[in-house]
């Protein structure tokens, strides 16, 4: 993996200099094809070249056979055999002509598929490490960056991206270049074998194909942008769509989700076909050029022909080498066609990889080293944007082994904490630290291992079980996941299932209910064996009888951890050490459960609120029951203050 490793700064350098250039993006690839530490790569690009020449020597050859053929079937027309014609006194027989002929053109294809195949390494050896750094490079962008993207349109950069890099290797190498010497052999051809105005000819009509076809190819890479950009959008709303199945289905939003394809692919659509109306003009156009050119070749061996110079075999001959001439021609239109519009699409990749990581280790970041795991908030501020501060001067202190609650109303801050913790995002003023080191002067990477989280929304990989739980710590043998599983207890729904620990959990973790998916975050959280904890609304979304075991399982978790809870549900912290309230990115109240509801404050209103809601789903389930209504009775939700205040005195 350490041959892929190019410093990602060293790239972005090299990329956001070239401005998307044609001949700068050929330069910043060379590296890739030419790699430094690959001497087997270096020598299948040397023997590909030598192979590229020995197969336009052998097509050059073949119109001379094809002419020397001619002229024994034809009896030499009305030129007689010179004392310089040795080759053909030795081969006057049209069949061994033949036969040659078709020997030449065995050997052309050959030695073109004996290149193509050699350098095929070569090729996709460039696609696989600029895909990696792409790859890797995503992931070192902020978290700001792709909460401002989707899904769908990323992928497809990267699709595009690793497509365009294939195409502008091999077309750079097995096209352009073989292009090039074809076309400068067979000048020389004309040139000592017929005369100047046959090269005069040639010229002219490579002159006014090339200078057509790269004017009509920039005049197409502006409608080529504008498909791909369609293109970009219709796949990243099916993905959206595809992605949210079950809301579509809740809210019967198939028409609507279908419209609303529709109208992408309407545009992609009116874009393709102005993308291949405009490929018909250009083609049509070089058609044109590239008939008068060879009308005009033909003419003027037909010419000869009645002066008696040339030779029948002259006049095939003539015509092989310039039908010969169209294919490297044709190339030419094709390799500047498919670089520029490979270019085009390589443009976004180059612009992301350009783009710096909002977040990035210092210089001279030392690992973190977690002693007690001590988490203190230094008058914190942030704001995800100047003109709208998220977090206003927090003060507070998570004690080695204690839990802190925080709660607040949506969009109070307490979502951000987490992040500013992890540090997908820098504190705007003030600082964080854990046991008195600043996140900042730590790297990135031993900061995340000290800490553990389970989320509010559990996204799971689409594998099998035990490759997410093991997701957590993956050096962890097999034993150590299903321990880790019985700690979330999980381990019984799991041997029940056909395949154990081999379930597949299907595109986010969706054949799995919530509490499910829940157990397997902790049981990953257990198998990391973090010091410092971060429970994220982990409950929620859940029942509350699901929330009762997800919450014994937690509680088992954050024992002699430093653990911060996030929390929406207040039975669910009344046994914190301490509990901050936050409202508007300030802490309002703070204090143990008992004190705040002493208080009779902002957390006290919040108690009462969620306690009359759960005894409103109580009358609303007793009344369901008398009626008849919504089948069997459902649970009744307890009393919170009675059922809770036991294990308040109990925590206490």
Not at 188 to 210: E, G, K, N, Q, S
Not at 396 to 410: K, L, N, Q
Not at 463 to 471: F, L, V
């Amino acid at each position: 993996m350490r041959e892929f490793q190019r410093p990602a700064q060293q790239f972005r350098h090299e990329v956001s200099a070239s401005g998307g250039a044609l001949f700068s993006t050929l330069f910043h690839l060379w590296p890739y094809i030419w790699p430094a530490e690959r001497r087997d790569l270096k020598a299948r690009v040397v023997f590909a070249i030598l192979l590229i020449f020995a197969a336009k020597l052998a097509t050059i050859a073949v119109p001379f056979t094809f002419k020397w053929a001619t002229d024994a079937l034809a009896g030499r027309g009305s030129a007689p055999l010179g004392p310089n014609d040795w080759l053909a006194w030795a081969m006057a027989a049209p069949v061994a002509l033949t036969l040659a002929y078709g020997g030449m053109r065995i050997l052309m294809g050959l030695l073109t598929q004996w290149r193509d195949g050699v350098f095929a390494k070569v090729a996709m050896h460039a696609v696989r490490r600029l895909a990696i750094i792409t790859f890797e490079h995503m992931h070192l962008l902020s978290l700001r960056f792709h909460l401002e993207r989707k899904t769908g349109g990323l992928t497809r950069v990267l699709e595009r991206g690793r497509n365009a890099i294939e195409t502008i290797v091999r077309m750079l190498l097995l096209q352009l270049v073989p292009t090039i010497v074809e076309v400068v052999l067979i000048v020389w051809v004309l040139l000592f074998h017929f005369d100047w105005r046959y090269v005069v000819v040639v010229m002219l009509t490579v002159a006014l194909y090339v200078g057509f076809t790269f004017y009509a190819t920039e005049w197409r890479i502006g409608i080529r942008r504008r498909m791909n950009e369609s293109d970009t959008d219709a796949n990243a709303k099916a993905i959206d769509a595809l992605l949210n199945y079950e809301t579509v289905k809740y809210f019967s939003a198939e028409a609507r989700e279908a419209k609303r394809y529709d109208r992408a692919m309407a545009r992609y659509e009116d874009a393709s076909v102005r993308a291949y109306t405009s490929l018909a003009v250009l083609n049509a156009g070089q058609a044109v050029v590239f008939s008068i050119g060879l009308a005009a070749a033909m003419i003027l061996c037909a010419f000869g022909i009645e002066a008696g110079s040339k030779t029948v075999g002259d006049f095939v001959m003539i015509n092989a080498m310039m039908i010969q001439l169209y294919q490297p021609l044709n190339f030419m239109g094709l390799v500047y066609r498919e670089i520029k519009q490979a270019v085009i699409d390589i443009e976004i990749m180059f612009a992301m990889l350009s783009r710096k990581p909002e977040i990035e280790d210092r210089p001279g970041a030392r690992p973190l080293k977690v002693r007690a795991g001590t988490i203190r908030f230094e008058d914190v501020s942030f704001a995800y944007e100047p003109e709208r501060p998220v977090l206003k001067g927090l003060n507070f202190e998570v004690a080695a082994g204690c839990t802190v609650a925080i709660v607040g109303p949506t969009g109070a801050g307490k979502s951000t904490i987490a992040r500013l913790i992890f540090r997908f995002y820098d504190v705007t003023g003030g600082r964080i630290l854990i046991d008195g080191q600043d996140v900042r002067d730590v790297t990135q990477d031993s900061l995340r291992a000290a800490i553990g989280i389970v989320p509010q929304d559990t996204v799971l990989f689409n594998d099998t079980i035990r490759y997410n739980i093991r997701y957590g710590e993956w050096d962890a043998g097999d034993a150590a996941v299903e321990e880790a599983a019985r700690m979330a207890r999980i381990d019984g729904f799991i041997r029940l299932a056909p395949k154990g620990y081999e379930t597949e959990v299907g595109e986010r973790g969706l054949k799995l209910s919530g509490g499910e998916k829940q157990r397997v975050a902790i049981a990953r959280t257990v198998l990391k064996a973090p010091p410092i904890l971060l429970l994220d609304e982990a409950t929620s979304a859940l029942d509350s009888h699901t929330e009762r075991d997800i919450q014994d399982a937690l509680d088992r978790v954050s024992k002699n951890r430093t653990t911060l809870v996030i929390a929406h549900r207040l039975s669910t912290i009344i046994g914190a050490d301490e509990i901050l309230v936050l409202d508007r990115g300030m802490i309002v109240e703070r204090g143990t459960h008992r004190q705040l509801l002493a208080q009779g404050g902002f957390y006290a209103g919040m108690w009462n609120r969620q306690r009359e809601a759960a005894l409103a789903r109580e009358i609303l389930a007793e009344a369901e029951e008398e009626t008849g209504v919504g089948g069997r009775k459902p649970p009744q939700a307890p009393d919170m203050e009675e059922e809770l205040l036991p294990a308040v005195d109990a925590a206490e």
